[in-house]
């Protein structure tokens, strides 16, 4: 993957760039983006291409509705530039803009969603996409992992690089793939039967392994205690899983009882009404140690339900990051509700390591070690 950055300035002026950013931010109840932090990181390299006086034509996807719109984010890039936003794909609209773009102009189209030949990966909408630029830039590592047009197609048609934030994710989570010792990961969020190949494999290459969020409520069932009516997956870890020398699970877990009240308990101690909602202070105190002896540190995924207001104990984690970094450690942090946990702690995030953008391109990356979106980019 060259990236764009390695183009001299010379050679972008006036040239039109197609960006493939992921804007494809959480909206509030009255529609507006409620966290800018995949628009903040996309930023640089639309900046990149605008002080090299390029054309610079923004596509992106949002949601999976394909009613949605990619409004919210036109107003919410405001606070970083200026940005014409027009609410169409490849209609006459879309056409007129992207030819009247002027030197340093900034264009963001429609949601690319809105047209099924995006997720269908049609051949004739990548090439349509394509006739707007003389160069396409990737930089939608969130999106790498979706074989859609607009990230394995439109390549196929043009010169293309990685974007600053594809680069830099890349470089950050290669650096995942093989931690240096003593190595920690920290696996969190629901949907255990979508994970255990990548359980497995961290358990392989990283030190130790903690499993927490609603995988943990997977690790009591299989150990055979009550759960209440704590959300569990389809499948659940193997006893090759739950006796590996690295593997670590939460020692106390926070409940939400009947009356809405929260209480910390024992996993043995769960009762039929018992809703688990977080991990406890021991399991804090479990990790501890090893985030303090850590040379690399990997984590995916709150501790507690991010959505119900259950951020403590993710926080707690954070702050053991924060010190492990300060003393010079490394760490990749990812998935949307594992940034957002951090960002209502108040931490601030630059003493934190690499942030990831990707949630499930991080998982599959670590997986795989590539993305269908960066080998199109080869
Ligand atoms: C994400 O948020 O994971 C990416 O933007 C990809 O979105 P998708 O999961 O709807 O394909
Ligand atoms: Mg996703």
Redesign the pocket.
Known sequence: MKCIDEVPAGELKGKRVIVRA?F?VPLDSSGKASDVF?LKKGWATIELLVKADAKVIVLS????DPSETLAPVAEALKQFGKVVYVPDLLGPAARGAVGAMAKGDVLLLENL?QDPRE?GNGDDFAKELASYGELYVDD?F??A??E?ASIVGIPKFLPHYGGLLMRDEVNALQGALKPQSPSFAILGGAKFETKSPLVRSLLASYDHFFLTGALANDVFKARGLSVGISLVSKELPTQDVLDHPHFLAPVDVTVELPDKQAKVKRPEEVAATDKIVDIGPDSIALIAPFIEQANFILWNGPSGLYEDGFTHYSEAIAELIEQAIARGAKSVIGG?DTIASIEESGIDESKLGFLST????MLEFLLKGTLPGIEALN
């Open positions: 992921d494809n995949r996807h949002i949601g999976r969603r997720s939608a969130a999106a992992h979706r859609h949307g990707g949630g499930g391109a």
